[in-house]
């Protein structure tokens, strides 16, 4: 009898571990952020890696990888660009946000690096974010595949925890 009940708990231990998600590697991961471009122009410094342009930026992230749900190479009149879906709540913050901020830009952070720019020309009503990055044409499936491996990993994670 006691050895049954041993069986039944280390069952339960063993199904139980199966349920928590393995963490995604270090190499793996790739986080995106986009922050609001400070109205005067001072704020936080970025610079675009090959641009050069300088900005200066709110501190708070507008867009987090949180809000992220998918993340596309797509492409479009001016060429390769990705595509951000946000969630719908944050969809309806963005299209707020970008309705009050025409002509300024928001500018997408990988990994805390300044990697892309996009000047807001309308209100975003959709919840797609189209934003060119200063990155090789050929390091854009790669860094596509890192950034949705990292949305389906915290998307998880936010259904679990939720």
């Given at each position: 009898?006691?050895?049954?009940?041993?069986?039944?708990?280390?069952?339960?231990?063993a199904?139980?571990?199966?349920?928590?998600?393995?963490?995604?590697?270090?190499?793996?991961?790739?986080?995106?952020?986009?922050?609001?471009?400070?109205?005067?122009?001072?704020?936080?410094?970025?610079?675009?890696?090959?641009?050069g342009?300088?900005?200066?930026?709110?501190?708070?992230?507008?867009?987090?990888?949180?809000?992220?749900?998918?993340?596309?190479?797509?492409?479009?009149?001016?060429?390769?660009?990705l595509?951000?879906?946000?969630?719908?709540?944050?969809?309806?913050?963005?299209?707020?946000?970008?309705?009050?901020?025409?002509?300024?830009?928001?500018?997408?952070?990988?990994?805390?690096?300044?990697s892309?720019?996009?000047?807001?020309?309308?209100?975003?009503?959709?919840?797609?974010?189209?934003?060119?990055?200063?990155v090789?044409?050929?390091?854009?499936?790669?860094?596509?595949?890192?950034?949705?491996?990292?949305?389906?990993?915290?998307?998880?994670?936010l259904?679990?925890?939720?």
């Amino acid at each position: 009898m006691l050895r049954t009940g041993l069986l039944f708990v280390s069952l339960a231990l063993a199904l139980g571990g199966c349920a928590s998600t393995q963490p995604l590697p270090a190499a793996a991961r790739l986080t995106a952020r986009f922050h609001l471009e400070n109205q005067q122009g001072q704020g936080v410094p970025a610079t675009l890696p090959r641009s050069g342009l300088n900005l200066g930026l709110n501190p708070q992230p507008v867009v987090t990888e949180g809000d992220i749900i998918n993340v596309e190479l797509v492409q479009v009149e001016l060429g390769r660009c990705l595509m951000f879906q946000v969630s719908p709540s944050a969809a309806r913050d963005l299209y707020r946000m970008t309705g009050s901020n025409q002509g300024r830009r928001l500018v997408l952070f990988l990994d805390g690096v300044a990697s892309g720019v996009r000047r807001i020309d309308g209100p975003i009503a959709d919840g797609i974010l189209y934003c060119f990055v200063e990155v090789d044409d050929e390091a854009l499936p790669g860094l596509v595949e890192k950034l949705r491996r990292t949305t389906e990993f915290l998307q998880r994670e936010l259904r679990r925890k939720g």
